[in-house]
């Protein structure tokens, strides 16, 4: 067999064998197919897909290139979940904590940053001394004891995964419905948990940009998960304008904690509530949904909620001194106020262009090699139809460097507005697999 046959076939448009696939995902793990043919190989599967069968086929075996971990030490029924990447996501920081506060043990395996979307595990290293490489024994002993732990993608777990995502990641290959099942599914299946609920995001802001692609993914990703013997659903959210006020890492690690201590942020607190109530379902720790949901958010208003993400924090080193006063985190030297030029009614905030902004400042990465920069980020001051005066503030930009007027021109770009008033987006659009 020849890759370069392989990127043949695809580009012209033919389903693919089991032993093509399984050829391509041993060689590039391996390192015997190099990135370019790697990524030749992701571009005509971006443009010509790949029917269920190959996407199952793909999924299993990026999913057997490493290592699979054996959460059997850990006691209890183990829920996962996992979104397909969204701009100002930053609910695991507060379904985690959750969930774990009713009792469920949360084993969760977090990426980096993906295209203009932000990352888990980048978020996390804001806090000082925050450790997300640990060995299993660590990590089963932290769940056990404490319910919540959150690592990174070790070396060995799904690493043809690994490795396609950073290439993905660069090569503008990320929004192919085979490719991100493909990549979810097989760290859920290699990391072991029992159930696993998919936060799969629709909008300007995610991947999947239509209704359409995205109940496609979610179908997809419901299929392979039950059919491997997992329970598995899928929350279709809206991802039109960024989730909750704050795009960046620092300032997103403080909007999850004033929500664990009590605020309100309207579309970040439904959705964490929503999803962390299908994720206590699923491991039977209520008996419906609206049980859940109660003693749910119960356990925000009584701290339940945020003790358990700040044992979580202390458990792996983390500074939760940081947590106790969020002022402690990283902050920029500059903060640049975006003001309204017309008034109006916000009828729109293009995510993307805000998610590349923040990416402009720092927040995430346009090469695999950069580094990221916590303190910057962004602050939205008006979402999806809010009135509008002129001369009020849109957006504020923490930066690093006094005038970032590439990332001052993506924010421009990302509103627009109406003269009528405009209703606020659907935050849950389906539940799929329920
Ligand atoms: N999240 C992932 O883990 N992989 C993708 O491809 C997209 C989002």
């Known amino acids: 067999m020849r890759m370069v046959d392989i990127i043949h076939n695809k580009r012209s448009g033919q389903a693919l064998t089991d032993d093509e696939i399984k050829f391509f995902i041993e060689g590039y793990t391996k390192g015997d197919i190099p990135d370019y043919q790697a990524a030749a190989f992701m571009m005509a599967i971006y443009f010509q897909g790949m029917n269920s069968q190959e996407t199952a086929v793909l999924t299993k075996a990026m999913a057997d290139s490493g290592e699979t971990i054996d959460l059997s030490g850990i006691k209890g029924h183990k829920v996962d979940k996992h979104s397909t990447g969204g701009v100002g996501d930053k609910v695991t920081f507060i379904v985690g904590p959750l969930v774990a506060s009713a009792g469920v043990p949360v084993a969760k395996m977090s990426g980096r940053g993906l295209g203009h979307t932000g990352g888990t595990i980048d978020k996390l290293e804001a806090i000082d001394g925050l450790e997300i490489e640990m060995s299993k024994e660590r990590f089963v002993e932290i769940v056990n004891t404490h319910k919540l732990a959150v690592a990174g993608q070790t070396g060995n777990l799904a690493p043809a995964d690994k490795k396609l995502y ?30 696993i609920v998919l936060d799969v995001k629709t909008g300007s802001g995610a991947f999947m940009k239509t209704m359409e692609d995205s109940e496609a993914l979610a179908k997809e990703m419901v299929a392979i998960g039950n059919n491997l013997g997992r329970k598995t659903i899928a929350i279709i959210s809206d991802m039109n304008q960024p989730l909750g006020f704050e795009v960046g890492n620092a300032n997103e690690i403080k909007e999850a904690v004033d929500i664990l201590k009590g605020a309100k942020v309207d579309d970040l607190r439904t959705l964490s509530l929503e999803i962390a109530s299908h994720m206590t379902v699923l491991a039977g720790a209520f008996s419906h949904y609206d049980e859940a949901r109660t003693a749910l958010e119960a356990n925000l208003e009584n701290g339940r909620a945020f003790e358990a993400f700040r044992r979580f924090i202390i458990a792996q080193g983390g500074d939760a001194g940081m947590i106790d006063d969020t002022s402690k985190l990283p902050q920029a030297k500059f903060h640049l106020d975006i003001k309204a030029e017309e008034e109006g009614f916000v009828a729109e905030i293009d995510a993307e262009s805000i998610g590349t902004a923040a990416m402009y400042l720092g927040a995430g990465r346009a090469t695999k090699e950069d580094a ?27 930066a690093d460097t006094e005038s970032p007027e590439n990332a001052v021109q993506k924010v421009r770009q990302a509103y627009r507005f109406s003269p009528e008033p405009i209703n606020r987006p659907q935050l849950i659009h389906k539940v799929i697999g329920d």
């Open 166 to 195: 950073a290439l993905r990641d660069v090569t503008a290959t990320v929004e192919a419905v085979p490719l991100i099942a493909g990549s979810i599914m097989s760290k859920k299946l290699a990391s072991g948990a029992d159930s």
């Open 372 to 398: 990221i920069n916590h303190a910057v980020g962004i602050t939205l001051k008006k979402k999806i139809g809010d009135p509008v005066q002129k001369g009020d503030v849109l957006v504020t930009l923490h």
